[in-house]
């Protein structure tokens, strides 16, 4: 095929003759020293494409009839296993006889380690009537001490003096509406608990939340109440976590979805005083938002990749190329000018 002659024209890399090129050692420095450098620019460049990049998308929740899981995992160092138990309350007024729970509850030395188990079988669940507290909700009439009372007394009293202390974990299911959940000694009868503690102002909730959450855990979660610890000293009083839950779809790179929760938090703690006839407890309310978060895990795109690779090397290959261009006129002159005083 016959070649077009003014096409030689259009050539953008012209070479030179063999013998007109010049290596030298500078030369040799400064490629070697691109090189190194576009083989750093070009793996971070790779590792920037292989990771993946989170997306944050807003809508409204439209998820009906499902429930919420609590997942709890608290110590309370200053009281025993057999004071505490846990009451949960539902906003909506409606009695949960279907609240699944799986709850355990293991003994603590006063050093902190694990000395026995049992299941927590006394969950209360009850109704909440608006414009009454539930912690007024106390039966008044008088009960006289049986021998099991009396024994459960000296019991208490026993673990009291050995420093025993109590670890409360498992999962709540309560419905996806507004209510709270509290951990106390309101389980006791109160004769039972006057008895013990010889008054609401003896009881220590002390306690560290080494876990809070409500769902399945995600990369990047953020639960602002794991491994937080609250410690009384020679006093007593009822700590309140209001708990905003923000219900959060995470999707996998691989398509797959995981529903779960988010929250936020503030706490209030409230002294006991001598005339309050509330006992001292721990508080979780918790409210629902009406906006789902949605992450989703996006990986860029391989255009961009090639872009930005092209850029780098070629930028690279560019400026060492005027570098070497700078180190062989340097060297030119400093060699022309020392040859000419020896001539002189």
Not at 157 to 168: D, H, S, T, Y
């Amino acid at each position: 095929m016959a070649r077009i002659p003014s096409l030689k024209s259009l050539n953008a890399f012209p070479h030179a003759e063999e013998h007109l090129l010049k290596k030298t050692y500078s030369g040799a420095v400064v490629t070697i020293l691109g090189l190194l450098i576009m083989i750093t620019l070009f793996v971070h460049e790779l590792q920037f494409y292989l990771t993946t990049y989170k997306v944050h998308q807003m809508s409204v929740d439209l998820k009906r009839g499902e429930t919420l899981p609590i997942h709890v995992n608290m110590s309370f160092p200053s009281l025993p296993c057999e004071v505490l138990s846990v009451d949960a309350i539902d906003m909506s007024g409606k009695h949960e006889v279907d609240l699944h729970t799986n709850i355990w509850k293991l003994r603590l030395d006063k050093y902190g380690h694990i000395i026995g188990t049992e299941y927590l079988s006394d969950l209360v669940e009850k109704e909440h009537d608006h414009g009454q507290e539930h912690h007024d909700e106390q039966k008044k009439h008088e009960q006289t001490f049986n021998e099991e009372a009396e024994k459960m007394i000296k019991s208490v009293k026993q673990a009291l003096g050995n420093g025993e202390g109590c670890r409360v974990y498992g999962i709540l299911d309560v419905q996806r509406v507004a209510g709270n959940f509290h951990i106390s000694v309101h389980g006791l009868n109160v004769f039972v608990a006057e008895k013990i503690f010889e008054g609401s102002s003896h009881v220590n909730v002390s306690h560290v939340i080494h876990e809070l959450s409500f769902g399945p855990k995600y990369p990047g979660i953020d639960n602002p109440l794991d491994e937080t610890s609250r410690i009384l000293h020679d006093t007593s009083g009822t700590f309140k976590y209001y708990i905003k839950v923000v219900p959060t779809e995470y999707k996998y790179l691989s398509k797959k979805v995981l529903p779960t929760n988010q929250f936020s938090v503030t706490e209030y703690f409230l002294p006991i005083r001598p005339t309050d006839r509330a006992w001292p407890a721990v508080y979780f309310l918790y409210d629902l938002s009406p906006i789902t978060v949605t992450i989703k895990e996006e990986r860029r795109n391989f255009l961009h990749f090639i872009t930005r690779l092209c850029a780098i090397l070629g930028g690279t290959f560019a400026m060492t190329g005027m570098l070497d261009r700078w180190m062989y006129r340097l060297i030119e002159s400093v060699t022309n000018s020392k040859t000419r005083s020896v001539l002189r």
